[in-house]
């Protein structure tokens, strides 16, 4: 079998360049922390972003829905129904967006793979930011639209592109919120050209949902966008599995573009739906974001709090050693610490200080930028996040000793 031994090569391969990636075992405790393979640990890792991941209120819904659904679904809605609850919660989520009609997926990344193919094909374009998430490269690659992609955040690249297409349809597709950044994508901009070159937007509000916007309604909310204001020519997407806690995706626009999704999307249409049990989890999850300005005001407190504590004097270890976070005011507060090896080393070293903290490197971030994806949470104290702050400037300065010696 000479697959697997390349495989095994390559595997090899991966390990040397520090790209190996390893799952852990573990089990949620109270508040941020976290069992990691046995030991206790302080997480910076969830994107559960308000903490509701464990909110009594979400178990006790699916403990009422237990007797009446059961726990598998059986078959995809179009052969086997979709369930009361699951219609109840595609009305709640057209409500709480504020956009006329949404469709409810069993997963963020199924609802991407469905909707761009759905949307574009061969002959159409797609207009894509360069950092996309990788859901919406693959749905893009599966449309066979012919995929061009601008430089991240950049309008002026992505109008040059506009003008010379020729395409009869033209797609444009960002994430509203950089997962891997944290920075914010400028909607009205992007609306602008889309009226502009008679495109469509496609607007995936993953990390944006629940913590943006009025009572948490998503960046589309927060441009304006939405209600009244909505444009026909937005298609925006979420995943249910971030700030609402639970898991799913869904797609939300105009009645008849979520009309066409419906009919065409095929990891809607080939996919058994998603069980009853996770919509009535939803279905509270929304009410508590919509009444949880207090755990926006706590996360954002805790996002100021490490962002002071991480912009470094000028001449401290920190600074020397080039780690810097990126310009994001948002829960994803990624520190940049370059090579692949530091990133690993930093994230082996706050593990045995009891902290969890993601090594992020390529080819999910672009070469010589790996990072830590410190991801913030309503669920962190002050004191967790001085936890972090402590342990991260000791490091610094025990690696700026390092490289002091090794010159
Ligand atoms: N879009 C973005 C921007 C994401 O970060 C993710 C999750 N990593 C997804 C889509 C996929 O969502 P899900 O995890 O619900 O499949």
């Known amino acids: 079998m000479s697959w697997l031994d390349e495989f095994s090569h390559r595997l090899n391969e991966l390990e040397a360049q520090h790209l190996l990636r390893q799952r852990r075992v573990v089990t949620p405790l109270p508040g ?28 006790e819904a699916v403990q009422q829905a237990l007797p009446h659904y059961g726990v598998g679904s059986g078959a995809s809605p179009m052969v086997s129904g979709h369930t009361a609850a699951n219609a109840a919660l595609e009305e709640e ?12 997926f069993y997963a963020g990344f199924a609802t991407n793979v ?33 995929m061009q992609r601008y430089r991240h955040a950049d309008l002026d690249h992505l109008t040059q592109m506009l003008q010379a297409s020729e395409a009869k349809r033209k797609l444009i597709i960002s994430d509203a919120v950089f997962s891997m950044d944290g ?75 979520v009309e066409w999704v419906l009919q065409k999307a095929r990891s809607y249409t080939f996919a058994t739906a998603a069980p009853a049990l996770l919509a009535e989890a939803i279905r509270p999850a929304l009410r508590r974001i919509a009444q949880g300005d207090a ?24 600074a020397s050693l080039g780690w810097s976070l990126m310009p994001s005011d948002t829960a994803i507060q990624p520190l940049v610490v370059g090579q692949n090896a530091v990133a690993l080393a930093l994230t082996d070293a706050l593990r045995q200080r009891g902290l969890w903290v993601p090594a992020i490197r390529p080819p999910t971030v672009p070469v010589g930028t790996a990072r830590l994806r410190i991801a913030l949470s309503a669920a962190h ?19 700026f000793q390092a490289v002091l010696r090794a010159d």
Do not use: W
């Open 381 to 399: 104290t002050e004191a967790d996040v001085d936890r972090l702050l402590e342990a991260l400037h000791a490091l610094a300065a025990e690696q």
């Open 183 to 257: 920075d914010v994508a400028d909607i009205p901009g992007l609306l602008a050209l889309a009226e502009e070159h008679d495109a469509l937007l496609l607007l995936d509000d993953a990390h944006g949902l629940g913590v943006m916007g009025p009572q948490g309604r998503g960046a589309l909310a927060a441009a304006g966008l939405t209600g009244a204001n909505a444009s026909r020519r937005i298609l925006y997407m979420s995943t249910l599995s971030k700030a609402v806690g639970v898991a799913g995706g869904f797609v939300a626009g105009d009645a008849t573009l």
């Open 93 to 104: 989520l057209a409500d709480f967006v504020q956009l006329p009609r949404a469709l409810y």
């Open 295 to 318: 755990l926006r005001d706590q996360l954002h407190a805790r996002i100021l709090q490490l962002r002071r504590g991480l912009t470094p004097a000028a001449d401290s270890p920190m």
């Open 32 to 59: 941020a922390l976290m069992r990691v393979d046995g030991q206790a640990m302080l997480a910076f890792c969830s994107n559960d972003y308000l903490g509701l991941a464990a909110d009594a209120s979400l178990a």
């Open 114 to 146: 469905g909707v761009i193919p759905a949307l574009v094909g061969l002959g159409d374009e797609i207009f894509a930011d360069r950092l996309n998430h990788a859901s919406l490269i693959d749905g893009s690659l599966l449309s066979r639209a012919r």
